[in-house]
């Protein structure tokens, strides 16, 4: 079965402070995507990092990294220099590659950002 | 560019009763997935359109969901008749394939729905 796990159902950090969620997940499969997907409390989904399975180099954007460890299948994002503005709930998802596009998704880690 | 919508926003019903949830995804996407969220558990997929045709729909609960998207614009997801367990947060994305690589889904901001 392809499942998530986000150990993590809630953190909190300090701003300006780094914090790191983690995601491990488990198939067969050997090639599929991974992302991190946050939703703040207006609700609305986006899109914060991804990353293709076939790829060594962990993927970056601005003050988001991952940690891809395919042999132990963890994914975990690190955000550094963290914001008010990040305070939102994360979740971690994959998708196989080809034509079954159904992401499978985490619980997702609620973080809270603290002046 | 505009991004997904999705309306209502938020809808209360009473068991026995219709809704139906609208989506209009990112013009030009001919992807658009439907996923359900119900409190405390994982966001689970329910169908994927491609245009208008469904590409797969093997996490609609029942047929007590019916989902069309009529000429691969906006869909429609109806709940008739509405359960107490149908509760939570419905999302629609939407994705237009690239190229060697699989399609990143954009999505709407959810609609909550709460049966009493």
């Known amino acids: 079965a392809q499942t998530v796990t986000q150990s993590q159902p809630e953190m909190s950090v300090q701003e300006a402070e780094t914090v790191t969620l983690s995601c491990t997940y488990d198939?067969?499969?050997?090639?599929?995507?991974l992302f991190w997907y946050k939703q703040p409390p207006s609700r609305q989904m986006i899109l914060v990092i991804r990353?293709?399975?076939?790829k060594q180099q962990n993927a970056t954007e601005n003050r988001f990294s991952v940690n891809f460890q395919k042999a132990a299948k963890s994914f975990s994002l690190k955000i550094s220099d963290s914001q008010l503005g990040d305070t939102a709930m994360y979740f971690c998802?994959?998708?196989?590659?080809?034509?079954?596009?159904?992401?499978?998704w985490g619980l997702g880690t609620s973080l809270a950002v603290n002046p | 560019e505009a991004g997904v919508t999705q309306f209502p926003s938020h809808s209360v019903i009473e068991k026995g009763q219709t809704v139906t949830l609208r989506c209009d995804p990112i013009?030009?996407?001919?992807?658009l997935y439907w996923y359900r969220r119900v409190m405390g558990k994982e966001i689970k997929f329910l169908l994927h359109f491609v245009k208008e045709s469904k590409q797969d729909e093997s996490g609609m609960p029942n047929n007590r969901f019916l989902a069309e998207r009529t000429g691969g614009t906006y869909s429609t997801l109806k709940v008739q008749p509405a359960e107490l367990e149908d509760s939570g947060v419905y999302f629609c994305a939407s994705s237009q394939p690239g190229h060697g690589f699989t399609d990143t889904q954009y999505f709407g901001p959810g609609t909550r729905l709460t049966v009493l």
């Open positions: 198939t067969s499969e050997n090639n599929y995507y």
């Open positions: 990353q293709e399975a076939y």
């Open positions: 013009s030009g996407h001919d992807n």
């Open positions: 998802a994959f998708i196989f590659a080809g034509n079954n596009r159904k992401l499978i």
